[in-house]
């Protein structure tokens, strides 16, 4: 078994267990996560440089062979995720050092931050669709929680939100899920791209595909499935609105690009969807993060 493919998963997974242990004590828990996380980012630099020096690698958990076991997988790009899960998670944690109040300390912060990088690295280094649902589950648990931690007001009524939608992300999942096992009869992605050839594109396969897309669209915050982002991210406190826009919406992304590019290489209808939809993703975002440019925009035509 290659170690280095699972510590990024076992790392922060250790690290939350350490803090439950001292549960009373949040000093200790803010240096263990801390050295925890800054664990994860050597360790991910050091996976990143073995990818680029030996290629692709993979191990098997449990010693079942493909496409049966559980597959870890990494690749070029998933390392680079990895890498980006250990940077990110690094800075959260040392900024919550000084950023984080007590309140949200003793109701389980770091142990809650820790799951869900531990959910993060699991879904960029997971070689099979089922388990990608569960690695994406795992990480939304914590982020439910990490949401509405503290109970004010404003943070229950945007965990409300985003627990609702990502619930129904979640339904379409692992509806594209049952679906794909049932023409294909595998959820391995290397086996998958092998099997995905020989069926012929359908209807079946095309409802397929929009289900993937809405499932990773609204993870994503593409349009028009970002409208839950806005009303969400400003509630809770800086280091997890941080840990959120940095990871979370990234791991839809890395979902999309990877299951898309696997299964739907040639498929005019998806490239034209995606097409579209990045478009419009980008016309909005700058739309919305700057009011003024509408009023000008119309002041300019009705001038």
């Known amino acids: 078994m290659n170690i280095l493919l699972i510590l990024p998963i076992i790392t922060p997974f250790f ?22 996380a800054v664990a994860l980012a050597v360790i991910s630099l050091c ?16 010693n079942w062979p493909a496409p049966f076991g559980i597959t870890i997988v990494a690749d070029l790009f998933s390392s680079i995720m990895v890498v980006m899960a250990g940077m990110i998670g690094s800075c959260v944690a040392v900024y919550s050092l000084g950023a984080m109040d ?7 912060y770091y142990p809650l931050l820790n799951i869900l990088l531990m959910g993060v690295c699991g879904a960029f280094l997971t070689g099979d669709i089922f388990n990608l649902y569960v690695w994406f589950e795992v990480m939304l648990i914590a982020s439910f929680v990490l949401l509405g931690l503290g109970g004010e007001e404003a943070q229950l009524e945007g965990t409300v939100k985003y627990v609702t939608l990502n619930l129904i992300s979640s339904t379409f999942f692992l509806t594209a899920v049952g679906i794909m096992y049932g023409l294909a009869g595998t959820l391995n992605m290397a086996d998958l791209v092998r099997h995905m050839t020989d069926i012929d594109s359908s209807g079946l396969t095309k409802a397929m595909a929009v289900l993937f897309f ?6 994503a915050a593409v349009f028009p499935l970002f409208f839950w982002l806005p009303a969400s991210y400003h509630t809770p406190p ?8 940095g990871l979370l919406t ?12 696997l299964i739907f290489p040639k498929d005019p209808f998806i490239q034209t969807l995606f097409l579209v939809v990045a478009g419009f993703t980008m016309v909005t975002g700058v739309l919305v993060r700057s009011p003024s440019i509408i009023s000008d925009v119309f002041c300019l035509f009705t001038s």
Request: one cysteine or more.
């Open 238 to 245: 800086a280091p997890v609105s941080a840990v959120f826009a």
């Open 15 to 36: 690290t939350a267990i350490c803090c439950l242990f001292f549960w009373r004590y949040p000093k200790v828990q803010r240096v263990l996560t801390a050295a925890g």
């Open 250 to 261: 990234k791991v839809g992304v890395y979902a999309t690009i990877r299951v898309f590019t």
């Open 214 to 219: 809405l499932a990773f669209g609204i993870k």
């Open 47 to 62: 996976l990143l440089f073995s990818i680029d020096r030996h290629g692709i690698q993979s191990t098997q958990i449990g």
């Open 102 to 108: 007590q309140k949200r300390e003793s109701f389980g």
